[in-house]
């Protein structure tokens, strides 16, 4: 689950990072939100 939070934290800063360029900005907002479904099956099947 660390594991997830840092791709979490890491999708962030380049969602950060790509502010004003728009295939940098789709890109990373697509590893952001795959991120959270990967983190959302995760605690969805439990321990």
């Given amino acids: 689950m660390i ?6 934290a890491s999708s962030v800063a380049y969602i ?10 789709t890109g990373s907002l697509l590893f952001f939100v795959a991120c959270l479904i990967f983190v959302w099956a995760h605690l969805r099947e439990g321990p």
């Fill in 3 to 8: 594991g997830w939070l840092l791709f979490i």
């Fill in 16 to 25: 950060v990072a790509s502010v004003g360029h728009f295939w940098a900005m």
